[in-house]
């Protein structure tokens, strides 16, 4: 079983950044975010595979960034320009890939506690 740490949530502004980490205890093929608000199912936000390829849900496109680093064997995700229906507990993920070559193919299975990020208007 895979321990996920998470940290960096908080409460910030409209307009505000925040930078959220995860620190996996052992390395997985894939990792990801997902978040999910009070009276919501949980959605992927955003993941990375081993080789470096990412995603992004549609409504954090280009405000959002994921990253790795595999000799640290930790995951950020860099989060700009952030918006109120951002709300929500984000989640870290650690799954498998049946091709480590294409990021469609991870599956997850593993998740942390989750941290609360907050945005007020």
């Known amino acids: 079983q895979v321990q996920l740490a998470e940290s960096g949530g908080g409460s910030v502004q409209a307009g505000g950044s925040l930078r959220l980490s995860c620190a996996p205890s052992v390395r997985r093929d894939c990792m990801a975010w997902f978040r999910q608000a009070p009276g919501k199912r949980r959605l992927w936000v955003a993941d990375?595979?081993?080789?470096?390829?990412?995603r992004y849900t549609d409504s954090v496109k280009g405000r959002f960034t994921i990253s790795r680093d595999n000799a640290k064997n930790t995951l950020t995700l860099q989060m700009n320009d952030l918006k109120p229906e951002d709300t929500a507990m984000y989640y870290c993920?650690?799954?498998?890939?049946?091709?480590?070559?294409?990021?469609?193919?991870?599956?997850?299975?593993?998740w942390g506690q989750g941290t609360q990020v907050t945005v007020s208007s």
């Open positions: 993920a650690a799954g498998s890939a049946r091709d480590l070559a294409d990021i469609a193919t991870c599956q997850y299975n593993n």
């Open positions: 990375i595979n081993s080789v470096g390829s990412t």
